[in-house]
């Protein structure tokens, strides 16, 4: 099963890498285009611009006969809708699916957000769980400023830092969700932590994995 990954930034390719892992029946191909996270935080959102961008990358997936499509980067998540327009593949949002599964659990939750232009995605990704899980879903979202930029200058300690205060900094939360890919190497901080605290890597790629079953062009039994 070929899984198609689309990057707009580096730090989002090793923790797909490592969710990966526990799906042997897939393999991963990453397709990067940092220019889409660049123009996302000069325009403070996704411009027609950047969308044409990503669906040139979904054409690359489409000529390497990808089976599916997994958004790493949360800013294009209010648009996959129309992303899913442009291809037959079926399209997951990383972020969608740990935030859906987090509403299923909990009612109260802390999201952190660790790349500015992400802070409206996820709150859209937040309205979504509302009317499609449960409408008391109660997130409070913080931003670990610098977080990102620490990661991009391979300062992995400092962003592990910043998301681990971001974190810390929620009161009376039944759960954490570190809302980006980028953020699940902090997870060593996390260990001893009083409360869950959910990422989505593995998540969005078992999401995946079920549509494309769904799809029903992979013989994919006794995979999961």
């Given at each position: 099963?070929?899984?198609?990954?689309?990057?707009?930034?580096?730090?989002?390719?090793?923790?797909?890498?490592?969710a990966?892992?526990?799906?042997?029946?897939?393999?991963?191909?990453?397709?990067?285009?940092?220019?889409?996270s660049?123009?996302?935080?000069?325009?403070?959102?996704?411009?027609?611009?950047?969308?044409?961008?990503?669906?040139?990358?979904?054409?690359?997936?489409?000529?390497?006969?990808?089976?599916?499509?997994?958004?790493?980067?949360?800013?294009?998540?209010?648009?996959?809708?129309?992303?899913q327009?442009?291809?037959?593949?079926?399209?997951?949002?990383?972020?969608?699916?740990?935030?859906?599964k987090?509403?299923?659990?909990?009612?109260?939750?802390?999201?952190?957000?660790?790349?500015?232009?992400?802070?409206?995605?996820?709150?859209?990704?937040?309205?979504?769980?509302?009317?499609?899980v449960?409408?008391?879903?109660?997130?409070?979202?913080?931003?670990?400023?610098?977080?990102?930029?620490?990661?991009?200058?391979?300062?992995?300690?400092?962003?592990?830092?910043?998301?681990?205060?971001?974190?810390?900094?929620?009161?009376?939360?039944?759960?954490i969700?570190?809302?980006?890919?980028?953020?699940?190497?902090?997870?060593?901080?996390?260990?001893?932590?009083?409360?869950?605290?959910?990422?989505?890597?593995?998540?969005?790629?078992?999401?995946?994995?079920?549509?494309?079953?769904?799809?029903?062009?992979?013989?994919?039994?006794?995979?999961?």
């Open positions: 099963m070929k899984i198609a990954v689309m990057n707009a930034t580096k730090v989002s390719i090793a923790p797909v890498d490592l990966a892992k526990q799906f042997p029946e897939v393999q991963v191909f990453h397709f990067m285009d940092e220019g889409m660049w123009l996302g935080k000069q325009e403070g959102g996704i411009s027609d611009q950047n969308i044409n961008r990503m669906v040139r990358l979904i054409r690359s997936a489409e000529e390497l006969e990808a089976d599916g499509i997994l958004l790493s980067c949360t800013i294009f998540s209010p648009y996959i809708d129309r992303l327009e442009c291809t037959k593949l079926p399209v997951v949002a990383a972020d969608i699916g740990v935030f859906e987090a509403a299923q659990q909990y009612r109260k939750i802390g999201a952190v957000v660790s790349f500015a232009p992400t802070l409206e995605s996820v709150a859209w990704v937040v309205d979504r769980c509302r009317q499609r449960r409408s008391d879903f109660d997130v409070e979202i913080h931003f670990a400023e610098g977080a990102m930029e620490a990661a991009a200058a391979g300062d992995e300690a400092k962003h592990n830092q910043l998301v681990y205060e971001a974190a810390a900094s929620f009161r009376d939360k039944e759960a969700v570190l809302s980006q890919m980028s953020q699940v190497r902090a997870l060593s901080l996390f260990e001893d932590y009083p409360i869950p605290v959910m990422t989505s890597p593995s998540v969005s790629l078992g999401m995946l994995i079920e549509k494309i079953k769904q799809n029903g062009n992979i013989d994919t039994s006794g995979a999961l």
